[in-house]
């Protein structure tokens, strides 16, 4: 609150008292000529001129007093955070200060106790090993004793394992030589077998190429169309590559019958019974069939 909030009510009274005084002093100038002879208009104004100067000067010296406790109490305000920051900060460094020494006192603290746990393992360890070395004697000892019963064992049936080594291998040649006879002879008697079988197998493919080639003959002078011009008795040998199929794949003429439309009528011929007749069997067809050569001779 200012000195102008504080004392302004009470210089507005004064100040509202005053200009009614001198209402009434100026209504009342004609009628009461005697009581304005009594009060001089002068005095009354002077009176008031200084009431009002009095009135400042209270106001100005409250107005003062205010600033000058505000300027104070703001100077004490401020001396005291001054103090109170100081305070403030020379706490923080107490501790600061504190919290290091009791870090340092743990650290040495666990350094302690981890050398205590350290000396607690290393003496668990001189006494751990002192167990198993004395473990170790024992079983060297009783190693030692079972080795000798065992050496002694040893040799008593090193006689008798040596001469059933014997009778075994004396068994395992006669089962050898035995077995060895039974290998040839089953030997023998695979490569017969095999021997029958080899012949009765040429023997079949003999019979399926000649079976096969005669209907190879018989489908190509089937298709034949004799040429009104060719004359009985002619022959041509033709080469034929075929598919696995049978299709034709290339027919040529390599001996020609001296007649031209007769070889390329045998030619049509060829193409015109495609696919031809051919073995099933793989390897037989590739031997005879894939390109062979034959006498085209329709009559």
């Known amino acids: 609150m200012t000195i102008y909030q504080k004392f302004g009510f009470y210089f507005l009274i004064a100040l509202s008292l005053h200009l009614g005084i001198l209402g009434l002093f100026g209504i009342n100038v004609e009628n009461e000529s005697e009581l304005i002879q009594h009060k001089p208009i002068p005095e009354i104004i002077k009176a008031s001129v200084l009431d009002d100067e009095k009135i400042l000067q209270e106001a100005n010296r409250l107005k003062n007093n205010e600033e000058n406790k505000r300027v104070f109490q703001k100077k004490q305000q401020t001396a005291l955070e001054n103090k109170r920051k100081k305070e403030q900060k020379l706490l923080v460094e107490a501790k600061k200060k504190r919290k290091k020494e009791e870090k340092k006192l743990k650290a040495l603290e666990k350094k302690r106790k981890d050398q205590a746990v350290k000396e607690k393992k290393r003496l668990a360890k001189i006494k751990k090993q002192k167990v198993l070395e004395a473990a170790r004697l024992a079983k060297i000892k009783t190693q030692q004793l079972a080795e000798k019963k065992r050496k002694d064992e040893l040799r008593k049936k090193e006689d008798e394992k040596r001469e059933l080594a014997r009778q075994a291998e004396q068994k395992k040649q006669q089962?050898?030589?035995?077995?060895?006879?039974?290998v040839a002879a089953d030997k023998a008697a695979k490569l017969k077998r095999q021997a029958n079988e080899k012949r009765a197998e040429q023997g079949r493919d003999k019979k399926s190429t000649v079976t096969s080639t005669a209907a190879i003959m018989q489908k190509v002078?089937?298709?034949?169309?004799?040429?009104?011009?060719?004359?009985?008795?002619?022959?041509?040998?033709?080469?034929?590559?075929?598919l696995p199929s049978g299709d034709v794949m290339d027919v040529q003429v390599i001996k020609s019958s001296g007649d031209a439309i007769f070889d390329r009528s045998a030619e049509n011929a060829v193409r015109k019974a495609s696919p031809l007749p051919v073995p099933t069997k793989r390897a037989l067809f590739s031997k005879h069939f894939r390109t062979f050569i034959f006498n085209f001779k329709p009559e």
Not at 175 to 182: H, P
Not at 221 to 242: E, Q
């Open 175 to 182: 089962v050898l030589l035995e077995t060895q006879k039974r």
């Open 221 to 242: 002078t089937n298709r034949w169309i004799r040429p009104l011009s060719s004359v009985k008795g002619l022959t041509c040998k033709v080469r034929v590559k075929l």
